[in-house]
């Protein structure tokens, strides 16, 4: 099971950071990425990151802003979100990959869904 938080309002220009813990046994072979999906808009990739962390890709419209990171002791991944624009209000779900890491990754399904979590950014 994957369970995010962290998501409400924010302000554009803001910060928000969401958190998204795993019930698995085997946390560290786990590519872990965020989607998410705005109102009336298909599902988009945000960003991933390895399985020791040290690799990370993101999505073109967050680069810079955003920041994933991962506490594999506590079988977490984070989003930090930065600079947040009106744009970015979307529900954010975490991900599970049980594959490589690659920078093209967000292109494949995830093994493992998280509920979303609702982040609002007015203007």
């Known amino acids: 099971q994957l369970q995010a938080s962290g998501g409400g309002l924010a302000q554009a220009g803001g910060s928000l950071r969401l958190s998204c813990a795993a019930s698995?046994?085997?946390?560290?072979?786990?590519?872990m990425g965020w989607f998410r999906q705005a109102p009336g808009k298909e599902r988009e990739f945000v960003s991933a990151?390895?399985?020791?962390?040290?690799?990370?890709v993101y999505a073109d419209s967050v680069k810079g802003r955003f920041t994933i990171s991962r506490d594999n002791a506590k079988n977490t991944v984070y989003l930090q979100m930065n600079s947040l624009k009106p744009e970015d209000t979307a529900v954010y779900s975490c991900?599970?990959?049980?594959?490589?890491?690659?920078?093209?990754?967000?292109?494949?399904?995830?093994?493992?869904w998280g509920q979303g979590t609702l982040v609002t950014v007015s203007s």
């Open positions: 991900a599970a990959y049980h594959k490589y890491f690659v920078s093209r990754i967000g292109q494949y399904e995830p093994d493992y």
């Open positions: 698995v046994r085997t946390y560290s072979a786990y590519v």
């Open positions: 990151i390895s399985q020791s962390g040290g690799s990370t």
